[in-house]
């Protein structure tokens, strides 16, 4: 069973940097690949970044591109967002995703599981 919980949202100015957390409780993190996805009021629920099973392969929004790195840690079952230079229009709950394919994905609905999600808020 895959429990996972993000950590590392709140409050940071424009230009300043974050690192979310999203650890899995299981034993078996490293059979999934991982993905973060972000969703602002009133907006559907978009695709950030992806990293496959063994941190081999990652794809990040062209939106985030040189500003935000997915990493994993499959010893620490925990999965890595790191935002740099953030920017106001990053403003949004961020979400960790588990899918038991091997083949990376940007859509949502190919993801079986979520967590619960963490708030991250760029003042200009």
């Known amino acids: 069973q895959v429990q996972l919980v993000e950590s590392g949202g709140g409050l940071v100015q424009a230009g300043g940097s974050l690192r979310l957390s999203c650890a899995d409780s299981?034993?078996?993190?490293?059979?999934?690949?991982m993905g973060w996805f972000r969703q602002a009021p009133g907006k559907e629920r978009e695709f950030v970044a992806v990293?496959?099973?063994?941190?081999?392969?990652?794809n990040v929004a062209a939106s985030v591109k040189g500003r935000f790195t997915i990493s994993r840690g499959n010893a620490k079952n925990t999965v890595y967002l790191q935002m740099n230079t953030l920017k106001p229009e990053d403003t949004a709950v961020y979400y960790c995703?588990?899918?038991?394919?091997?083949?990376?994905?940007?859509?949502?609905?190919?993801?079986?599981?979520w967590g619960q999600g963490t708030q991250v808020t760029v003042s200009s």
């Open positions: 995703a588990a899918r038991v394919s091997a083949v990376v994905s940007t859509i949502p609905s190919s993801y079986e599981y």
């Open positions: 299981g034993r078996t993190f490293s059979l999934y690949t």
């Open positions: 990293i496959s099973r063994n941190g081999a392969n990652t």
